[in-house]
Structure formats: structure tokens, C-alpha cells
Nanobody, 124 residues
Framework: QVQLVESGGGLVQAGGSLRLSCTAS????????VGWFRQAPGKEQEFVAA????????MYGDSVKGRFTASRDNAKNTVYLQMSSLKPEDTAVYYC?????????????????WGQGTQVTVSS
């Protein structure tokens, strides 16, 4: 069993930056792909980013390409999402999720474990 905890959310002005962390416990996630998703009030869940087990392959949603960067430190059992040039439309609850795979997954349905989410609010 894998438990995931997100942290690093908060309130930031437009144009600012935040770094989210997703820390796993229960077992090592060094062989897991990790995805980041977000959900704003009244909107569907949206794929944000995914990173493969080694960190060598990443994928991003169109709305965050060039602004967000996923990375990981398997020694710390932690995955990061660096968010820059934040916009008010980035406001949402951000979730990390993990799945045992050597590839990447962009569909929420394919992930096995989920964190509780962290709120990111970007003011204009």
C-alpha cells in the first residue's frame, strides 16, 4: 500500500511560483509513475503532468507546458511539481497519484494511489 501526501500549496500572486511536493510512504515509489492532476470548483479534473519512474520522461498538459516542471528524488520518495508564471486559472486543488508502471500515464483512471490534495490559489 502506498500513501501519498501533497504539500506546498498556498496563496500566490499571478506571475509567482510555487513548488508542490508529493511524499510517499508505505513503500518505495521508485518503480512508480507519478501524475499530477488538478480540479477547480465546478470543473472537471484536469491532467497537469506525469513523470516516469526514473524522472527521465515527463509529460505535461497543454495549459501548463513551459511553465510547470515535474521532477523526483527517489531517495526521498518524493516527487515535485515546480510551478512558475502562475495564472489565476491555475487555481485548483492539486493531487498527486501513483501507479506501478515503467511508462507514463495521463488518465486519472489508470492511477492506483492518490493523495488528499493541496489547494493552490493564484490571485490576480
Amino acid at each position: 500500500q502506498v500513501q501519498l501526501v501533497e504539500s506546498g500549496g498556498g496563496l500566490v500572486q499571478a506571475g509567482g511560483s510555487l513548488r508542490l511536493s508529493c511524499t510517499a510512504s508505505g513503500r518505495s515509489i521508485s518503480t512508480y509513475a507519478v501524475g499530477w492532476f488538478r480540479q477547480a470548483p465546478g470543473k472537471e479534473q484536469e491532467f497537469v503532468a506525469a513523470i516516469n519512474w526514473s524522472g527521465g520522461i515527463t509529460m505535461y498538459g497543454d495549459s501548463v507546458k513551459g511553465r510547470f516542471t515535474a521532477s523526483r528524488d527517489n531517495a526521498k520518495n518524493t516527487v515535485y511539481l515546480q510551478m512558475s508564471s502562475l495564472k489565476p486559472e491555475d487555481t485548483a486543488v492539486y493531487y498527486c497519484a501513483a501507479v506501478w508502471t515503467m511508462g507514463l500515464r495521463t488518465s486519472a483512471k489508470e492511477y492506483s494511489y492518490w493523495g488528499q490534495g493541496t489547494q493552490v490559489t493564484v490571485s490576480s
